[in-house]
């Protein structure tokens, strides 16, 4: 079955820092990869998700993520963070159902002036 | 532009008594799911539907039933709600596709006491 570790559950970053949040996945099939954002008390947003092509996939707030075949990573980067970014970070990997996602158990990052 | 709409957003309960949460999406999905968040357990599913009318389990399904009588909307039941079910419910719907996101209602936050 399809699923994925986030290694951390606590980030800590400065402001202006590189943002660094790791995914795994464990898959037998190709994998369709998301990365999702919650804010407090809200649901979660869709930052970006690899499905095919190219890699290096962009989202939005300045996030990108790259699939690494080989040492089966979806890691979540942002080159300076801002105060805005706090907030829980989701990875997911689809089922091999083809319905729903798996999640990962959270990130909760937060940055510091 | 409402998306997906939970209802209600806040929810106490005694133990053994029932409610119904309430999910409607206005994008046309055919997938409708309801999954459940706790402190370091990520999103768990509870159960999801592939189309009107139907239903089926996912990870977590005990002490809950559903139903999809309408496209658009999609109920879970709790027929005699438990302290273990205290939760944040979150209801997401989608389009057909593995790499179809999902998109998530704002939660109801659930106490059973």
Not at chain 1, 1 to 29: D, F, I, K, P
Not at chain 2, 3 to 23: A, D, E, I, N
């Amino acid at each position: 079955a399809q699923s994925v570790t986030q290694l951390g559950s606590h980030v800590s970053v400065s402001e202006g820092a590189l943002v660094l949040l790791r995914c795994n996945y464990s898959s037998s099939v190709p994998p369709y990869l998301f990365w999702y954002v919650q804010y407090p008390n809200q649901g979660l947003q869709l930052l970006l998700k690899y499905t095919t092509g190219a890699t290096l996939v962009k989202g939005i707030n300045g996030f990108e993520a790259e699939f690494k075949k080989s040492e089966t990573s979806f890691h979540l980067t942002k080159p300076s963070a801002h105060m805005s970014d706090a907030a829980e970070y989701f990875c997911a990997v689809s089922r091999d159902s083809g319905y729903a996602l798996n999640f990962g158990k959270g990130t909760s990052l937060l940055v510091t002036p | 532009n409402a998306g997906v709409t939970q209802t209600p957003k806040f929810r106490v309960l005694k133990t053994g008594q029932s409610m119904t949460l309430l999910c409607a999406q206005d994008m046309n999905h055919e997938y409708m799911y309801w999954y459940r968040q706790d402190p370091g357990m990520g999103l768990r599913l509870i159960h999801y539907s592939v189309g009107e009318g139907t239903t089926a389990k996912g990870e977590v399904p005990d002490g809950y039933n559903v139903s999809r009588l309408k496209k658009q909307n999609f109920l879970l039941g709790l027929e005699s709600a438990a302290p273990s079910q205290t939760s944040v419910y979150f209801c997401a719907s989608s389009g057909v596709g593995q790499n179809s996101p999902l998109h998530f209602g704002n939660g109801t936050r659930l106490t059973v006491t």
